[in-house]
């Protein structure tokens, strides 16, 4: 199961609600952050970092292309990834693959491995509020790389403790009934603008909900689900 959904809840200070400072979520702005001297800089300019919520963007084959990311719901980065490849091209003379590698290497993208290591002394700051959605994915990445993410909260799992399975659970519905706010299906056509918009504005929605249903569970509105 998922760490930390009632152990965590008391000792949290992520008062995001009382951030008049925090944009819409409707008007949102971000950053597209694609290095690693990027995302590190990005980093250093924060200051009392209470929360970060997180949202991991897909292809259709399944593959992890890129990971938005907010700290105290106001912050937000679409930081764009590539996979975990660092072999050398293979001597056969494949020239495709060759110049695939070269491609990448030109374009200094952060690999998912890189990109957890640099989050790293964020993702196990057990002051910092992690908030995510269906977070079981990052987790197995997470603990390939050794590292051990505390204070995590997974608002799906919430959403499942406050209503069961009266609705359905997925990020886009949660964040229209419950914030209002409309999260439109990307696929592999989008363009990457709106691609990196959308999903940015995701992970505004994680944090929002998990700030409602953090306080609902307080106020003892959750039952325990049925075994």
Known sequence: GTPGILSELSPIKANISNNNSRPTIKNHSFKHINNSAQLKQWIE?????????FAIDYKKSGEIIGIALTINAKDCVYVSL?????????SHGDLFSMSTQQEKKNNDAISISECLKILAPLLENSAIWKIGHDVKPLLHLAFKENIKITALEDVM??????YGTLNKLDIA??????????????DDKTLEDERYKNLTKTSLCIA???????????QNKWKSPKI
């Open 208 to 218: 929002a909900l998990a700030e409602q249903f953090k306080l609902e569970i307080a």
């Open 82 to 90: 590539c996979e975990n490849d660092n072999s050398e091209p293979e």
């Open 45 to 53: 300019q924060q200051t009392d970092i209470e929360s970060l919520s």
């Open 157 to 162: 799992v919430m959403a499942y403790l406050l």
């Open 173 to 186: 519905t949660l964040s229209e009934q419950y914030l209002a706010q409309t999260i439109a299906k990307t």
